[in-house]
């Protein structure tokens, strides 16, 4: 009889043990189970925002190509040009570091998507493609892709039916591409712009289609391809800023922008793009 009530006063005990422990936790077993199922609130609010995981690491990581007057190099190594620039104070409005990568313009979602990059900050022409594959920034600046001959040859070719027996050199993945395509050129695809200007001057290549941005800071007298000219003019287009597609840092630099015109205007007066801005 002793050893049933030492039994029952065990099993009591337990019965009690686990009644307190739900008291005092507040909630039932089907709550307990729910809680189970669910991520920590601050991992969703991590991957829900861009711009938090932008901060939490410390820094804005920019793709971009080497594109006079927008992204390029100085003596000291250093990327400078209106893109750059104002990468760089956007960074510092967010209160993180810049850091600049190349990148394969031809990958440019892809290296979005994969978090190489925070985003694509480079004289990109907001084309129907880049706007369903990334959250772009309003169009900030007025641009053109641009026919690139020798300049002795230039008076050849002044439309683009003269064109159709050059062998043009283009960016693989850009603007200049889709114009090539579209007019029915012959193309060879190169890693960029100054690539593409480079294979002219060499004479591997018939002709160039560059940004009018890149043309006007680059080609004719006074630059570092005298011997070249620009001639048609075969479409009219607009730069924008690419970020991860439902990224919130795309409003955040409009809000930037809006805020930021008198620097604007400033650095696009440093590198002579200021009748390109978008007012």
């Excluded at 978090?115 to 907001?126: F, Q, Y």
């Amino acid at each position: 009889m002793k050893k049933a009530i030492k039994v029952l006063s065990l099993i009591l005990a337990v019965v009690m043990t686990v009644l307190c422990f739900a008291s005092c936790s507040g909630k039932t077993d089907d709550e307990t189970k729910a809680d189970t199922t669910k991520a920590p609130a601050s991992d969703s609010s991590s991957e829900a925002s861009d711009m938090a995981y932008v901060k939490e690491k410390g820094k804005l990581v920019v793709g971009i190509t080497d594109f006079e007057p927008m992204d390029y190099q100085n003596e000291n190594k250093e990327w400078i040009g209106f893109d750059a620039d104002m990468a760089r104070a956007f960074a510092k409005s967010l209160g993180v570091d810049v850091e600049f990568v190349e990148i394969d313009w031809d990958n440019k979602v892809m290296e979005l998507k994969s978090k190489t990059i925070d985003c694509v900050w480079n004289g990109m022409t907001l084309t129907d493609e880049v706007k369903s594959s990334m959250a772009c920034s309003n169009a900030y600046c007025n641009n053109a892709q641009i026919v690139i001959v020798p300049k002795d040859k230039a008076d050849k070719y002044q439309t683009a039916e003269s064109c159709k027996e050059l062998n043009f050199a283009v960016e693989a993945g850009s603007a200049g591409k889709n114009e090539a395509e579209a007019n029915g050129f012959k193309y060879t695809e190169v890693k960029d712009q100054a690539t593409a200007l480079a294979e002219v001057a060499a004479g591997t290549c018939d002709a160039a289609i560059i940004d009018s941005l890149m043309a006007a800071a680059m080609v004719g007298e006074g630059t570092g391809y005298a011997q070249l000219a620009y001639t048609v003019k075969l479409n009219s287009e607009e730069y924008g800023v690419g970020f991860r597609q439902g990224s919130d840092l795309a409003a955040e630099l409009n809000e930037f922008f809006a805020a930021n015109t008198e620097l604007m205007n400033t650095t696009a007066e440093t590198y002579k793009v200021q009748a390109m801005l978008i007012k």
